[in-house]
């Protein structure tokens, strides 16, 4: 797994999915927010920390029986168990929410073992259990019927794809209320470094909207004299 610092981990929690979706963009890098997958409940702190990831190939009748979760190697409950406190689990589903990708049991599980967060291009049953719970939860749409409907879980930290996006275990994930972003590892501490000079260059920007500024000259910033304003602005 993936070692991210406790310095990068706390500068990601106070910046957005934004800011570090334009930083990836100017990196190259363009198809690294989750598609379709919001917080079942918003306004919750950001949710930071490395995948671990579980994916699921369409289920077969015969070979899930609702008497397979007996397995204590049942790659689902396995993944539960197993997923590292301040990781995130990070479930492919294929973007089928048409049944449940977990409930609130599990959730519940994750959250007590101190799991970052849950992940899913699919759907949660007992989605309002979920939602009220510490641990931030992202999904597609509320699902009743459990995972095995159409579901079969086949891999644990395996690369996959998640709403259309590449995700590697270990890669960093950042979730606010607009959505999830997925950060190379590699490159997480240099992101998170350069998104905090972003956010801070922003917050420059809002205030100077709010008096009454104009666009042209101050984002991007290009008038000198502005310019000086903001490094004596951050000075002070």
């Keep these: 797994m993936a070692k991210l610092s406790d310095e990068t981990r706390k500068k990601l929690t106070t910046v957005s999915t934004a800011t570090v979706a334009t930083i990836l963009f100017k990196k190259g890098l363009r198809n690294q927010y989750i598609q379709g997958v919001l917080p079942l409940q918003k306004g919750k702190p950001n949710m930071v920390g490395a995948a671990y990831t579980l994916r699921y190939i369409p289920a077969r009748e015969d070979l899930n029986p609702i008497t397979i979760f007996q397995d204590p190697k049942h790659p689902q409950r396995v993944a539960v168990e197993e997923c590292p406190p301040g990781s995130i689990l990070v479930i492919d589903s294929r973007k089928d929410a048409r049944a449940a990708s977990a409930g609130s049991i599990l959730a519940t599980r994750l959250m007590v073992r101190g799991v970052a967060g849950i992940v899913t291009d699919g759907g949660f049953r ?103 304003e903001f490094e004596a602005w951050k000075k002070a």
Excluded at 138 to 163: K, M, W
Excluded at 166 to 180: E, M, N, T, W, Y
């Design 126 to 228: 007992d989605s309002a259990e979920i939602a009220a719970l510490a641990m931030p939860s992202y999904h597609r749409t509320p699902s009743a019927p459990t995972n095995l409907t159409l579901h079969q879980a086949i891999a644990i930290n395996d690369p996959i794809g998640c709403g259309d996006v590449a995700v590697f275990p270990g890669d960093i994930l950042l979730g606010d209320d607009d959505g999830v972003m997925v950060i190379p590892e590699a490159i997480v501490d240099a992101v998170a470094e350069e998104a905090i000079q972003m956010t801070l260059f922003e917050n420059f920007v809002l205030a100077k909207v709010q008096a009454g500024q104009q666009i042209i000259g101050l984002y991007p910033l290009t008038n000198e004299t502005i310019r000086a």
